[in-house]
């Protein structure tokens, strides 16, 4: 399992862009990056992924760098409903999610 | 299409005995993940059920078993209850196992199981 760093807790404004790095040095390059969130007393949920290239959807934008060692979830305006736990998963052969131990994000108001 | 459900959300069980958990998976989902996840941590995988059968699991011991149905719901069985093995116990569905990693999953509320 590719193995990822992730700060242990951010800070945010609301209102304000978000950007939660993770280093993923040990990434496969088949291995898609995944990143899922959990809310709290909830399950978790799907945010985005993407393989090479950023990726945009309603909820997120997913950064990639180059190398693919490093992903950055941009939230483009946080809001009190985004304050949860979120985990980058290098998703690998066979669709299991290794859930490391996330970032904590606070959404001050 | 509904969502995936689990049941019961909240068990409270004695040490040596045995429980049952269960999943409803996304409509047209034939893959189905369990977790663990103690409190404070992130999930841990289990094992998977891929049109009933499993293909692949976690480190966990042999008295965790599953079982997955033709509607493609699943059972998660532990035997032998431990104090440790009090927790939240997460199902996640989705569509294709093996070698598909370009597809999301849907997790379930979970039930949280206490062993006293």
């Known amino acids: 399992d590719a193995k990822t760093t992730q700060p242990n807790s951010m800070e945010s404004n609301e209102e304000e862009p978000v950007h939660l790095p993770c280093n993923h040095s040990t990434i496969s390059g088949t291995d898609y990056i995944h990143w899922y969130r959990q809310l709290p007393s909830q399950g978790p949920e799907y945010v985005i992924h993407?393989?090479?290239s950023n990726v945009n959807n309603r909820m997120a934008s997913l950064a990639i760098a180059e190398d693919r060692k490093s992903s950055t979830l941009i939230l483009h305006r946080a809001t009190l409903r985004d304050a949860a736990v979120y985990y980058c998963i290098p998703m690998e052969y066979g669709n299991k999610l290794v859930f490391g131990a996330g970032t904590i994000l606070r959404v001050k108001s | 299409e509904t969502g995936v459900t689990q049941s019961p959300t909240h068990l409270i069980k004695t040490r040596g005995q045995q429980v049952t958990l269960r999943c409803s998976s996304q409509?047209?989902?034939?893959?189905v993940s369990w977790y663990q996840q103690a409190l404070g941590q992130g999930p841990q995988f289990i094992f998977q059920y891929y049109r009933e059968e499993e293909n692949g699991r976690g480190n966990f011991p042999p008295r965790f078993s599953g079982l997955q149905f033709p509607n493609y719901s699943s059972e998660l069985n532990v035997n032998a209850l431990e104090l440790d093995d009090s927790a939240l116990y997460l199902c996640?569905?989705?569509?294709?196992?093996?070698?598909?990693?370009?597809?999301?999953?849907?997790f379930g509320q979970g039930t949280r199981l206490t062993v006293v």
């Open positions: 993407g393989l090479t």
């Open positions: 996640a569905s989705s569509l294709n196992g093996l070698g598909y990693m370009n597809t999301e999953a849907f």
């Open positions: 409509s047209g989902h034939n893959t």
